[in-house]
């Protein structure tokens, strides 16, 4: 499977972005990129593809809300597990809890007291 055989239209009406967005899209529902499959990363994808990065991260991100990707700094893109497949019993797509509800005082105990400013 070649991840990188996208190719985008630049004499199309249809903007590179959401050209781009399309094709992964059709490509993970169509389930020739199954869930797990990791994507490259923006910078390298956009070299490939001659666009400007932005648009390769603007549209991973519009995946990412659509649900069909998860991306997380310095790990990668991945192709997401689709709602009804075999997930955890206690998992929800979307959210980081795995085992129960989210332990809001853990989380908030990390951060820090704003600087007062005089």
Known sequence: MELLDLAL???HDVPLRAQLVATIRSRIESGEWPPGTRLPSSRDL???LGVNRTTVVQGYADLV???LL???VGRGTFVRE???GARDAGATVGSARRDGPLQWERLLSRGRPL???A
């Open 46 to 48: 956009a070299a490939r």
């Open 82 to 84: 689709r709602e009804g």
């Open 9 to 11: 239209d630049r004499d």
């Open 65 to 67: 809300t659509a649900g």
């Open 70 to 72: 998860d991306s997380t």
């Open 115 to 117: 600087p007062l400013l």
